[in-house]
């Protein structure tokens, strides 16, 4: 079943404490992306990834960081969390760049 | 800088009802809009994409059209069915295909029994 996985699905830490969110794409698709989801700011993009080792910022980057090692493969990175990157986090995938994406079912991230 | 707003954020009818769901957007420069479907606990499900050059696409019982000159773009469901209840997003990608997604607040809709 073509799909975007993503673990944990949910998650409580706490500040400063470093954790890595995996998202994983069996579609072979070249781009992905990270969003955050916040009441009455909607979906925000964090990274997007091009293709492996070609990795951008998004419309809200600080705090985050990504890789992309392998194609199928993009980790969100938070070195050091703080309560403010508390959210809803979605990874999705696309064919390529300005095509339809396909959504991961989130994670949902709690920082105390 | 694109602004997406959809109205109305909540919305209420009961089962077999037509109805429409608006986005706008401020820039008309698009490159395409995507209408999605998001259930609680659950990740977004696209449900349809339209090309800056289209005017609709259709989907079973779903139709979403784009007027880009007015920044408008609405979806359109035929019979809805309490199974349609969810949160609709929309979202433009602006300038040419590299452009970022930007997404509306969405629509919370419940279809009643």
């Known amino acids: 079943e073509a799909q975007v996985t993503q673990n944990p699905r949910y998650l409580i830490t706490v500040t400063g404490k470093k954790l890595t969110v995996t998202c994983s794409q069996n579609m072979n698709h070249e781009y992905m992306s990270w969003y955050r989801q916040d009441p009455g700011l909607g979906l925000r993009q964090i990274y997007y990834s091009m293709n492996v080792e070609v990795t951008d910022k998004g419309d809200v980057p600080e705090g985050y960081k990504v890789s992309r090692k392998e194609k199928r493969n993009f980790p969100l990175i938070l070195e050091s969390p703080s309560p403010n990157q508390t959210s809803l986090y979605f990874c999705?995938?696309?064919?390529?760049?300005?095509?339809?994406?396909?959504f991961g079912p989130g994670t949902r991230l709690t920082v105390t | 800088k694109q602004e997406v707003t959809q109205i109305p954020a909540a919305l209420s009818v009961p089962e077999g009802e037509n109805l429409v769901l608006n986005c706008s957007f401020t820039d008309s420069a698009i490159y395409n809009l995507q209408w999605f479907r998001q259930d609680p606990g659950k990740g977004l499900t696209s449900l349809l994409l339209i090309q800056s050059s289209q005017r609709e696409q259709t989907s079973g019982r779903l139709n979403a059209s784009l007027d880009k000159s007015s920044g408008r773009s609405t979806l359109y469901i035929a019979a809805s069915q309490p199974g349609d209840s969810a949160t609709y997003l929309c979202a433009v990608r602006n300038g040419g295909s590299q452009g970022n997604l930007i997404f509306g607040k969405g629509t919370k809709l419940s279809v009643k029994p």
């Open positions: 999705a995938s696309a064919l390529g760049f300005g095509v339809e994406q396909y």
